[in-house]
């Protein structure tokens, strides 16, 4: 595709109930299908956007695994949980990752990519990408690095560095 590529990870409805309680109690969890089909809507068609399952869904209700299929069926590019597509590959075609809540943001900021996350995250407080409240605000940051020819701003990637290194060890 000519099209830049925006890739979305999502998250586990266990990622969040594991690492909420960590940001007290006025954190939220957020629709990742509601806010994809926001931020698709808000994109239009000036990009080409890959919805990459958490692995961890693949146990998900058959319901809610129909809801992403019928949801994204024609906008976007659905990776299912089971699929073997390089996550890593995805990442460094991407113009823009968007994350919810997904350990892919610190790697992807690791790798100088530019990074939004939708909602609360373990690593919000940290400078390695923006985070936003809504799929709204993520495609406004989305045109502004267009307009902007790439990077929104330079990633911290000591923060980055350091988170990963925490976390592996």
Same mark, same amino acid.
């Given at each position: 595709t000519n099209k830049k590529i925006i890739a979305i990870f999502t998250s586990s !409805?266990?990622?969040?109930?594991?690492?909420?309680? !960590?940001?007290?109690d006025n954190q939220k969890t957020v629709d990742q299908i509601s806010e994809i089909s926001s931020l698709i809507k808000h994109l239009g068609n000036e990009y080409a956007v890959y919805i990459r399952m958490h692995p961890n869904q693949h146990s998900i209700p058959k319901n809610i695994l129909n809801k992403y299929k019928r949801s994204f069926q024609k906008k976007a590019y659905l990776i299912l949980p089971?699929?073997?597509? !390089?996550?890593?590959?995805?990442? !460094?075609?991407?113009?823009?990752v968007i994350t919810f809540c997904s350990l892919v943001g610190p790697e992807t900021s690791y790798f100088g990519k530019n990074l939004i996350t939708i909602g609360p995250s373990p690593y919000m407080n940290l400078n390695i990408g923006r985070n936003v409240a809504s799929a709204y605000e993520a495609s406004r940051l989305i045109k502004e690095i267009a307009e902007l020819d790439g990077n929104i701003k330079k990633f911290n990637s000591l923060d980055s560095k350091y988170l990963l290194t925490f976390t592996i060890v």
């Open positions: !409805d266990d990622e969040f109930r594991f690492n909420g309680s !960590d940001w007290g089971k699929s073997n597509v !390089d996550t890593y590959h995805l990442i !460094d075609s991407a113009h823009v």
